[in-house]
């Protein structure tokens, strides 16, 4: 029986609230420690139900891990790099890729828990290799340009540029708790977070106009 509007737009919703939970639960208590019954609870639904729209346990945890790998993607194409100066370009991806980590926290949470499992669940993810792959593409294009302008260096490649910018913006979320303990950064303050977000911008770009011998 085909479903109504109504009832297409209730599992629209009901499937978007249980993966909000569930990426939470997920990314506080990890795949062992999270529980279906809680986040069936936390939705008001059923545990039947959560398995009727994902299939089980797991595959509601690679339908997490999906959807926030989406997330920053769809943050990288907002930019349209294509109508911005190189510099003004690299800088902009930066500070986004920075803004996104920190409004984003549980997905920061959920990409090191994977990493504690040495990557078991992603590389089931099919889908992911073609999520990954806009932005390197997006890189690729800033650096083009920037060198066919003559304003970045001809050792700049995307790789290397996605490596320093992801892991600058994943430490300053994944490690804030002991590295805030050890050297008494506020984090969470509005300054300490517009100093940062210029950091990285002002760094990538530093990084990539140097000219080299």
Not at 19 to 37: H, K, M, N, P, Q
Not at 101 to 117: D, G, K, M, P, Q
Not at 191 to 212: C, L, Y
């Amino acid at each position: 029986m085909t479903q109504t509007p109504a009832r297409q737009r209730d599992a629209v919703r009901t499937r978007a609230e249980v993966l909000a939970v569930a990426t939470e639960a997920f990314a506080d208590d990890g795949y062992s420690g999270a529980r279906i019954d809680e986040i069936a609870r936390r939705t008001r639904t059923t545990k039947r139900m959560i398995y009727y729209y994902f299939g089980g346990k797991e595959k509601l945890y690679l339908a997490v891990l999906e959807n926030a790998y989406r997330g920053i993607r769809q943050a990288e194409q907002s930019l349209h790099v294509d109508e911005m100066q190189p510099v003004d370009a690299l800088r902009e991806l930066a500070e986004l890729t920075y803004e996104h980590h920190l409004r984003n926290t549980a997905f920061i949470r959920l990409v090191s828990i994977e990493n504690i499992h040495r990557g078991k669940y992603i590389r089931k993810l099919e889908s992911l290799g073609d999520l990954g792959k806009p932005a390197v593409t997006i890189l690729d294009a800033i650096i083009a340009e920037g060198k066919k302008q003559g304003a970045f260096s001809e050792a700049v490649n995307a790789l290397d540029l996605h490596l320093l910018i992801s892991s600058y913006c994943v430490f300053q979320v994944a490690n804030r708790y002991t590295f805030g303990h050890l050297f008494d950064p506020d984090f969470t303050t509005e300054s300490r977070q517009e100093h940062m977000r210029q950091f990285i911008g002002d760094v990538v770009v530093a990084w990539a106009t140097q000219q080299r011998s």
